[in-house]
């Protein structure tokens, strides 16, 4: 199993440009995440999902957007970049049920900076 | 929301000694409690994590205890190897989803 991959590992946007991060687990867990994690700081909930077609906004949700078409992929995506997005993003999944969710599998994180 | 906040940023260990990761808590409506390992460069790890109405649990080489009076929550390491180095993170579960803290960073010194 290769886990949870993420792409791209590196990526510098300009202010106003769009991307999507991408995230896909093999795991078959319909729990995922999306994360991202300032300098010297714990990790803030950007959105998650409990299954295919189902997702909803975690703590920092503005300048975001998900979906969730297959229990497999969660993409990130960024409408229009601002340089206060600029941190390491991470995606992870977990399996369900009442203590499952607590082992949460992390990717390796994608580094993101907007100038 | 919830508040997770940890005593001390960093910690340096010498190599064999045990060590202590502290961590506190505003908000005690959490079902689980839960200890992360990040190394440099990687995504969090799971460690330990210890259910609500427990105040202590073990792992291999871990020990979680829990005090709900103080809302403290700390994490021990035994015989602390070079490959403990990392940043350690307390996390509450809710619903779910988990509230983060900031992470201590432990040095271990040979």
């Known amino acids: 199993n290769a886990g949870v991959t993420q792409t791209p590992k590196f990526r510098i946007l300009k202010i106003g440009q769009s991307m999507t991060l991408q995230c896909t687990q093999d795991?078959?867990?319909?729990?995922m995440y999306w994360y991202r994690q300032d300098p010297g700081m714990g990790l803030k909930l950007i959105y998650y999902?409990?299954?295919?077609?189902?997702?909803d906004k975690g703590e920092v949700p503005n300048g975001y957007n998900v979906s969730r078409s297959t229990t497999e992929d969660f993409p990130l995506r960024l409408e229009l970049a601002a340089p206060s997005q600029t941190s390491v993003y991470f995606c992870?999944?977990?399996?369900?049920?009442?203590?499952?969710?607590?082992?949460?599998?992390f990717g390796p994180g994608t580094r993101l900076t907007v100038l | 929301g919830e508040s997770v906040g940890l005593h001390l940023p960093t910690l340096s260990v010498q190599e064999g000694d045990n060590s202590i990761i502290n961590c506190a808590y505003s908000?005690?409506?959490?079902?689980?409690f839960i200890w992360y390992k990040q190394e440099s460069g990687k995504g969090p790890q799971f460690i330990i994590d210890i259910r609500s109405n427990m105040d202590k649990r073990q792992g291999q080489r871990v020990t979680v205890l829990l005090n709900k009076t103080v809302k403290h929550l700390s994490l021990q390491i035994a015989a602390t190897q070079p490959g403990d180095s990392a940043v350690y993170f307390c996390?509450?579960?809710?619903?779910?989803?988990?509230?983060f803290g900031a992470g201590t960073t432990v040095t271990v010194r040979a």
């Open positions: 795991m078959n867990h319909n729990y």
């Open positions: 992870a999944s977990s399996g369900g049920g009442a203590e499952a969710y607590n082992e949460q599998f």
């Open positions: 999902s409990v299954g295919a077609g189902i997702t």
């Open positions: 996390a509450l579960s809710n619903d779910y989803k988990l509230s």
């Open positions: 908000n005690s409506a959490s079902d689980y």
